[in-house]
């Protein structure tokens, strides 16, 4: 087979590998929108992304006759797959979506141009190939521009519908194709144009679809979060209120206290005496705070989820080393110890009394707060999301949330970990900067 039977296709050859090499490059750049940061720096993704295209454009050049095109968008996206890998950040569903998706609007694009402008007469060929290009990047720019705010999460059917709907316009394709392919005169109908550019655009708008749905998920979230935040501080404003007024009153009848003490101990009556101290003992014991941090947020939260805890059976063991004017927000405190330690209830709560207990360490070192809690389990995780345990309740949408808003609390300056083990779960999280 000869390649490049004249000069001229070799010049076609290396705009075909320039437009593809543009192609990839924007592809990557598409990708970076949509699904965040990559693992490696931008410049490495951007050498692969060419030599990806590269090899794109030459692999098809020694399979394809001369007069075929090397570089297509359908070729592009197809080899773009294999960036994937280095955009961890964002969840499967979202990239397989995505990837059917984009897969279908660059096969709609070439066949809708294709139809468009073999029949005309006259043609440039040098201006076909610029145009089929620059109508791709347009699409890449729209579609950048819809994704731009890399909203992660839909409900599960809502992904299946979506996926669903651009499969079968996968389908609807392929068969368009053979039908066309397969007639003396493939370029006939102006039809095949029309339903062409519809499902072109109907797969364009699951983009759009995505964000909406997305958009509604975050802001059913954040209802759920503030929810909980209103929750916890009515709780700590109650807890307040009624450790101010014992307090009030403990103050008051002080002097009757002391006062019955020293009649018994003149009276002899060490054992009625050792009765009364231990009862006041009590009494005071109880206005103690489980924790005291010396940070507002974190003595609200921690002595509220401790008290229920306790309340639950759960042994408690804490040590806590932190500067009182950590900034740290009531959100992010009540975010994080909040879901973490409702989480540690209901595990603990499901083993018997005497297995329940839980370890809590936070320590600050080089501007960072360490979190550590470890607790009791009645078995080891044996289904994830991702890196997250997946919940095994019915309603996905709200349950399951509370480990989800922890991460997303804590990405942005943050590590977390998890470690799951057939008696324990532990949770290891890292805020830098504070």
């Not at 809502?158 to 651009?166: D, E, F, G, Q, Y």
């Amino acid at each position: 087979m000869n390649i490049f039977p004249s000069i001229d296709f070799v010049y076609l050859f290396l705009l075909q590998l320039t437009l593809g090499l543009v192609d990839m490059i924007l592809v990557a750049r598409l990708y970076e929108c949509l699904y965040d940061r990559p693992v490696i720096s931008k410049g490495k993704v951007y050498v692969a992304a060419l030599l990806l295209g590269a090899i794109t454009a030459i692999v098809w050049r020694l399979l394809l006759e001369y007069y075929r095109p090397t570089s297509t968008p359908v070729a592009t996206v197809i080899s773009s797959f294999l960036l994937l890998p280095f955009y961890r950040k964002s969840n499967w569903l979202k990239k397989g979506l995505f990837s059917i998706v984009l897969f279908a609007v660059a096969c709609f694009w070439l066949s809708s141009y294709d139809l468009i402008v073999t029949p005309l007469p006259h043609k440039n060929f040098w201006l076909i190939e610029v145009m089929v290009h620059v109508g791709f990047w347009m699409i890449l720019a729209t579609t950048g521009y819809i994704g731009r705010k890399r909203r992660q999460v839909i409900p599960t059917s809502i992904w299946v519908l979506l996926t669903a709907i651009s499969i079968v316009s996968i389908l609807v394709y392929f068969g368009m194709f053979y039908h066309i392919m397969s007639r003396e005169r493939p370029y006939a109908y102006m039809i095949e144009i029309m339903v062409m550019l519809v499902l072109l655009f109907i797969n364009i708008a699951l983009f759009l679809l995505y964000e909406r749905f997305a958009a509604f998920t975050e802001a059913d979230r954040e209802r759920y979060l503030l929810e909980q935040q209103l929750q916890l501080q009515n709780k700590y404003y109650q807890q307040l209120e009624r450790l101010h007024g014992e307090i009030r009153t403990l103050h008051h009848d002080m002097r009757n206290h002391l006062n019955t003490a020293a009649t018994l101990v003149s009276q002899g009556e060490q054992k009625a005496l050792k009765q009364y101290l231990q009862e006041a003992n009590f009494r005071i014991g109880s206005y103690e705070q489980a924790v005291l941090t010396g940070n507002p947020a974190l003595d609200a939260i921690f002595n509220i989820k401790i008290t229920e805890l306790k309340q639950s059976g759960i042994a408690v063991e804490t040590d806590i080393h932190i500067p009182r004017d950590l900034k740290i927000t009531f959100k992010q405190v009540s975010t994080i110890f909040g879901n973490l330690l409702d989480n540690v209830q209901e595990a603990c709560e499901a083993l018997p009394e005497k297995r329940r207990w839980v370890r809590i360490t936070l320590f600050y070192i080089n501007q960072s707060l360490v979190i550590s809690i470890v607790n009791a389990a009645s078995k080891e995780v044996s289904t994830w999301d991702g890196f997250l345990p997946a919940t095994s309740k019915t309603n996905r949408i709200n349950h399951g949330l509370g480990l989800k808003n922890v991460l997303q609390e804590v990405e942005p300056n943050g590590s977390l970990h998890i470690e799951s083990k057939p008696e324990s779960f532990s949770i290891e999280i890292v805020l830098y900067g504070l």
